[in-house]
């Protein structure tokens, strides 16, 4: 089971990563603090040296469990529910151009914020189809290269699309395919489920991978969530797949990190 947290190669206004803009010093920084790998978030993948980043990873010994790609929307307004179908399009060959460099890591691509909303309502019947579609053509992609995607329900202050387990499972149900799973994400769930230990249950074999953060986005352990009956929930279903620590570089990176890292080496 690969242990990982979320960094990412350039600065961002996005929260919850460590070591932003400084990827050198956070692998080596996550190999001292005995983690097998990292979570990479990446901006538009047109900026970025993929073939630097995948040098740079296998000189630490790290393992990709995740390629994150919520920055295309939180920095540039990129997503699969635009109303723009240019943009939509954008958003997909975004996502594809991303899991052409997840195969080669053996990592699997998240599909959270690039979602986006489309307000602080329900979606209408054509929004949601318009997001379907998108992320249909996505899964195709994915399944081309035998990448799998990872649904990542998100709260419904940030999204109105997909806030819980259930409703990831729902999309899983008309999509069909078997190259997309859920990503559940303790803060989300803490808002969102009425019972963390019973979604994850529910979940089953569904789960892909499971983020983990704190009532408060900070590192386990530092908020209230129980996650001794989180990780009793894991047994039970036999959750085999990867944790990954996504927390507030708070009150630095370092600490963060070697909260994470004391955390994550028994958990679950």
Request: overall charge negative.
């Amino acid at each position: 089971m690969t242990k990982s947290v979320a960094v990412s190669p350039r600065r961002t206004g996005f929260g919850p990563l460590l070591f932003c803009g400084r990827l050198e010093e956070g692998l080596a920084s996550v190999k001292r603090a005995g983690l097998d790998g990292v979570e990479l978030s990446l901006p538009n993948p047109r900026e970025v040296d993929l073939e630097d980043l995948l040098s740079l990873v296998k000189r630490y010994g790290i393992e990709v469990s995740t390629i994150a790609t919520g920055q295309s929307y939180y920095n540039e307004g990129i997503s699969l529910s635009h109303p723009d179908p240019k943009i939509r399009g954008e958003a997909v060959e975004r996502i594809g151009f991303l899991v052409d460099f997840a195969s080669s890591l053996g990592a699997k691509v998240i599909i959270g914020g690039i979602r986006g909303k489309t307000g602080q309502r329900p979606p209408t019947e054509e929004e949601w189809k318009r997001f379907l579609r998108a992320l249909e053509e996505c899964v195709r992609l994915a399944e081309k290269r035998k990448v799998t995607l990872l649904l990542e329900p998100i709260n419904r202050y940030e999204t109105n699309l997909v806030n819980t387990v259930k409703e990831a499972k729902e999309v899983i149900s008309q999509i069909g395919s078997e190259r997309l799973k859920i990503l559940p994400d303790t803060f989300h769930m803490n808002i969102e489920e009425a019972s963390m230990e019973e979604s994850l249950v529910e979940a089953g074999d569904l789960l892909g991978g499971l983020h983990v953060a704190d009532s408060n986005r900070l590192a386990p352990g530092w908020g209230h969530i129980d996650f001794h009956s989180i990780g009793r929930a894991l047994k039970e279903v036999g959750f085999r797949e990867f944790v990954c620590a996504e927390v507030l570089p708070q009150p630095d990176d370092l600490s963060a990190l070697e909260k994470a890292a004391q955390f994550l080496k028994d958990f679950p």
